[in-house]
């Protein structure tokens, strides 16, 4: 099955820096510190990291096996393993989640560009609430400079997708990866070192599980699937580029701890800080839009950390939104059999246009809602909380029921390469087979009020 004509990662380092990249992004940064500050801290933290190891694990290793096995695209992949079959539907989830998310995604990523730019005008950064929330507001309701900053962020990441893996998403990601970790722990120490952080240490690290409701296991679900790319073939499609010699176990485990290192390590870097200027930390999808920049004015060399916290920002975007886009580029290259450069125009300007859309909707287009949300809302809300748990529910019941179990086997340990564990073996087949689907199906019937656990 294997092609020697199809582009791929040139070194083991390239594939956990791409994989990471993908999973270290606005969901770390910009989503988990606010969804934190509204869910009452430390128990929405244990929530998650259980979600997150117990839960989407299985489902990246699912991924990945169905990647490599095929080196295929989410959908090509899964008519390899299944032809004309209803598992079809994982593909056609896969594609049409990858579109929905980075169209809202490419918005948050255009404002980090605004940002940047903003962190050395002069009057941008001021101790004012009110006058960062008027910022912020009339910003991202205008018509046209969001959009503008949005079609910009879009094309540098079609610049990136249409190198290639090796020659670009690889590329990129060995340089931008390692610089984002020191960002970060440079920014998350200065927060700690401020007088009063330990209050906002107390609420990220002390739990009270009274705080915690369906919805907020809900959203810590859907942050974790979102987190780490999976649910949606993401990580399909980055592991039909990885070599059969590598270990796909090993790699998985490794992006799981990294993400969740830098979504504690983000969290310590704002956090803290929040408290520190006595500002409440449930500021919601603003918190590093408003509140930070209210921070920032308070330090000294304020400029300089606002211009360092939002290059952070955007680089981690970068190196996410680059494998969504993938997704939909692959697809078209391999089941549409266009060239690179072509398929990325017609994914840069589709995405490009309902991208437009999202960012209207929070301005000009906002009566313009269903189910009482804008556009920008419904498809940040019904991707993380919906599509990519049934399509992580989907993928956990294909590779286990469906595919052979000789066959997992085959791929998780590289064909004997790697010396069997059963016991290891028969805990992943577990996980994939009984845990995964069946916690997912509560927690998503619970969560929409379907059914009444808790
Ligand atoms: N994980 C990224 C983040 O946290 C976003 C992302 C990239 C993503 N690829 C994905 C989310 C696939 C869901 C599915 O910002």
Redesign the pocket.
């Known amino acids: 099955m294997t092609n020697s004509k199809r582009d791929g990662f040139g070194s083991r380092f390239g594939v956990l820096v791409a994989v990471a990249g ?7 940064l910009w989503r988990f510190p606010y969804l934190v500050g509204n869910n009452g801290g430390a128990a929405f933290i244990v929530v998650y990291i259980t979600v997150a190891i117990v839960l989407c694990l299985p489902i990246m290793i699912s991924e990945f096996i169905i990647g490599r096995r095929t080196q295929s695209n989410a959908i090509g992949a899964i008519k390899k393993l299944a032809p004309k079959s209803g598992w079809l539907s994982i593909g056609v989830i896969s594609v049409a989640t990858a579109f929905m ?1 980075s169209c809202f ?1 490419s918005v948050v990523g255009g404002w980090t560009l605004e940002y940047i730019v903003k962190s050395f005008s002069s009057g941008f950064l001021v101790n004012d609430s009110g006058a960062l929330t008027k910022t912020f507001s009339n910003f991202t309701t205008s018509p046209v400079r969001p959009a503008v900053m949005m079609l910009i962020y879009l094309a540098i990441n079609a610049f990136i997708v249409s190198a290639g893996i090796k020659n670009g998403i690889e590329k990129y990601a060995k340089i931008l990866m390692p610089a984002l970790f020191v960002l970060i722990i440079i920014l998350a120490i200065r927060s700690l070192t401020l007088p009063g952080a330990q209050a906002g240490l107390s609420f990220l690290f002390n739990p009270d599980f009274s705080k915690l409701t369906a919805g907020s296991v809900l959203a810590a679900l859907g942050q974790a ?8 073939g ?1 990580i399909i499609t980055y592991g039909s580029y990885v070599d059969k010699k590598e270990n796909l176990m090993n790699i998985s485990l490794t992006t799981a701890i990294a993400d969740t290192t830098f979504a504690i390590l983000a969290g310590l870097a704002i956090i803290p800080a929040v408290f520190a200027f006595g500002i409440s930390p449930g500021e919601g999808p603003g918190l590093v839009f408003i509140t930070l920049p209210q921070i920032f004015a308070q330090m000294p060399f304020g400029h300089v950390i606002s211009f360092a916290f939002f290059v952070i920002l955007l680089v981690a975007a970068i190196t ?2 680059i ?2 886009l993938e997704v939909v580029v692959a697809y078209f290259v391999e089941e549409l059999k266009m060239s690179r450069r072509v398929a990325t125009l017609i994914t840069f300007s589709v995405i490009g246009l309902f991208g437009v859309l999202c960012s209207l909707s929070l301005g000009e287009l906002k009566e313009m809602t269903l189910f009482g949300k804008n556009m920008f809302d419904l498809f940040d809300y019904t991707t993380s909380n919906i599509m ?1 748990p049934v399509g992580g529910l989907l993928i956990v019941l294909f590779v286990g029921w469906k595919i052979r179990r000789e066959d997992v086997r085959d791929e998780l340990f590289n064909g004997g390469v790697i010396p069997f564990k059963r016991t290891l073996f028969n805990w992943i087949m577990i996980g994939i087979k009984f845990l995964a689907p069946i916690a997912i199906a509560f927690i998503l019937l619970n969560g929409i009020g379907l059914i009444k656990l808790f």
Do not use: D, K, Q, W
């Open positions: 993908s999973a270290i992004g606005l969901g770390n998310i995604y699937f979102f987190s780490l790319s999976v649910g949606m993401c996410s939104s494998s969504l990519l």
